[in-house]
């Protein structure tokens, strides 16, 4: 039996034979979206009829407008507070965030008419915890303090505050500030009948996965822009 070296040299020698290297298959260059022609939406819309993908689409806040331009007559501002515990008694806020928006007894949502954003540093060190969860670290907030006559500002006209659990957020935001314990609170949690609008949880991020959104979870600003866009009665537009 010959070895297969032999073999290769019997085709060396045979009529018009000639040996070509073996080249590595040709792989699609990957779709630029910078390219000329590219329409993401375009592409996400015929992912999602395809019936194959489910698109989620990134929560974009409302344009803010000033409060005199809104024709809607009540004002509600909805808040939320990243904090470095459970326990209000003890732990601290080291975020707060608000959204103003407008809005009808019936209801119906009007417009965006004020935004407010805070860190704090803590008197200690963030626990690793709740900067794995937030991302907020202690180097973020070194020497920040919260504008509270900022925050005061927004939510003294406001005729409802509105938290997802306010249970957790009202006694943080009552400790801050004054004028938290003089309005009337709401809950998106346990107010809202999740189960008959066809929503099987009322955790934040399932409900906007289910939306069709998603956001950065668990930053006080980006949950106040999903409360109000699609959670109490808004629309992401």
């Not at 990243?82 to 103003?100: F, M, P, Q």
């Not at 915890?129 to 005061?152: C, F, H, N, P, Q």
């Amino acid at each position: 039996m010959k070895t297969s070296s032999a073999q290769a040299d019997l085709f060396d020698d045979a009529p018009g034979y000639r040996e070509t290297p073996r080249q590595a298959p040709r792989k699609r260059p990957a779709a630029n979206p910078q390219q000329a022609g590219w329409d993401d939406e375009e592409a996400a819309q015929r992912l999602d009829q395809s019936g194959r993908f489910r698109i989620l689409r990134k929560l974009a806040p409302r344009t803010v407008i000033p409060r005199a331009e809104s024709a809607f007559p009540y004002l509600a501002v909805l808040v939320d507070t990243e904090t470095t515990g459970l326990n209000h008694a003890k732990d601290k806020i080291i975020e707060v965030s608000a959204v103003a928006f407008t809005y009808y007894d019936e209801g119906a949502i009007g417009d965006v008419v004020g935004v407010f954003s805070g860190l704090r540093q803590p008197s200690e060190p963030i626990p690793a915890e709740i900067t794995r969860l937030t991302a907020i670290t202690d180097e973020m907030v070194a020497g920040l303090k919260i504008d509270l006559s900022a925050l005061d500002a927004l939510v003294e006209p406001a005729d409802l505050i509105i938290a997802h659990n306010a249970a957790f957020d009202r006694p943080f935001c009552e400790g801050l500030s004054r004028t938290f314990s003089a309005k009337a609170w709401a809950c998106s949690v346990k107010e809202v009948p999740w189960a008959d609008l066809g929503f099987e949880g009322n955790k934040l991020g399932y409900l906007v996965g289910q939306s069709g959104l998603f956001h950065e979870g668990h930053r006080a600003t980006d949950d106040c822009h999903v409360n109000r866009s699609g959670f109490v009665g808004g629309s992401n537009s």
